[in-house]
């Protein structure tokens, strides 16, 4: 065994591939190298629609994983509480309709950070033009302190009368997260 020490590695021709090892080789990072600076990183949906009450804040029941790269969204609690820190990238978005048809009046989608809302995002038709359904969408870049630091995805809306609903399923929703740096 021996060991290679430089500064750069690059391919012979321009736009060329470099290869480290072959199929199967691993490879020993030492203590404090990163593999890949987006990670942790999960993203969740919903197994169900949810009704909630008019016009209060209500957290979205995202307990289906797609991934979770650490093992760091809970999806009995519906939050991500990352144990390295940084800076994360937060996102979210949703479906939101009452049952009563064009009757929704103001949707609203959230990212709280341990337990207040952080980032809110709204959609105002106005008085006189009531949709039958939104969908909603938001992002935001937090700081995350690698112990205590959650986040959850909340929901409102205001009909005009019915239940809201919050699509939580299918393709129309997702929350998810991932570290962009430090």
Same mark, same amino acid.
């Given at each position: 065994? +021996? !060991?290679?020490?430089?500064?750069?590695?690059?391919?012979? #021709?321009?736009?060329?591939?470099?290869?480290?090892?072959?199929?199967?080789?691993q490879f020993t990072?030492? !203590?404090?190298?990163?593999?890949?600076? %987006?990670?942790? #990183?999960?993203?969740?949906?919903?197994?169900?629609?949810?009704?909630?009450?008019?016009?209060?804040?209500?957290?979205?029941?995202?307990?289906?994983?797609?991934?979770?790269?650490?093992?760091?969204?809970? !999806?009995?609690?519906?939050?991500?509480?990352?144990?390295?820190?940084?800076?994360?990238?937060?996102?979210?978005q949703v479906g939101?309709?009452?049952?009563?048809?064009?009757? %929704?009046?103001?949707?609203?989608?959230?990212?709280?950070?341990? +337990?207040?809302?952080?980032?809110?995002? #709204?959609?105002?038709? +106005?008085?006189?033009?009531?949709?039958?359904?939104?969908? %909603? !969408?938001?992002?935001?870049?937090?700081?995350?302190?690698?112990?205590?630091?959650?986040?959850?995805?909340?929901a409102r809306a205001?009909?005009?009368?019915?239940?809201?609903?919050?699509?939580?399923?299918?393709?129309?929703?997702?929350? +998810?997260?991932?570290?962009?740096?430090?």
């Open positions: 065994m +021996g !060991t290679i020490k430089t500064t750069n590695i690059e391919p012979i #021709a321009d736009n060329g591939t470099v290869t480290l090892g072959s199929s199967g080789d990072l030492a !203590t404090g190298a990163k593999s890949s600076f %987006l990670y942790p #990183a999960f993203e969740a949906k919903g197994g169900a629609e949810q009704t909630a009450s008019d016009n209060t804040w209500t957290k979205l029941n995202m307990n289906t994983e797609v991934f979770d790269t650490n093992s760091m969204y809970d !999806t009995s609690a519906y939050r991500f509480t990352p144990t390295v820190a940084g800076k994360y990238n937060v996102y979210g939101i309709y009452s049952n009563t048809n064009y009757q %929704l009046q103001i949707p609203n989608l959230a990212i709280y950070k341990n +337990g207040s809302n952080y980032k809110y995002s #709204a959609n105002n038709e +106005g008085n006189t033009n009531y949709p039958n359904e939104r969908t %909603l !969408t938001i992002t935001a870049v937090l700081e995350m302190n690698g112990s205590s630091d959650y986040v959850e995805l909340y205001n009909v005009i009368s019915g239940v809201p609903i919050f699509e939580t399923v299918s393709t129309i929703s997702n929350f +998810g997260a991932y570290r962009i740096g430090t």
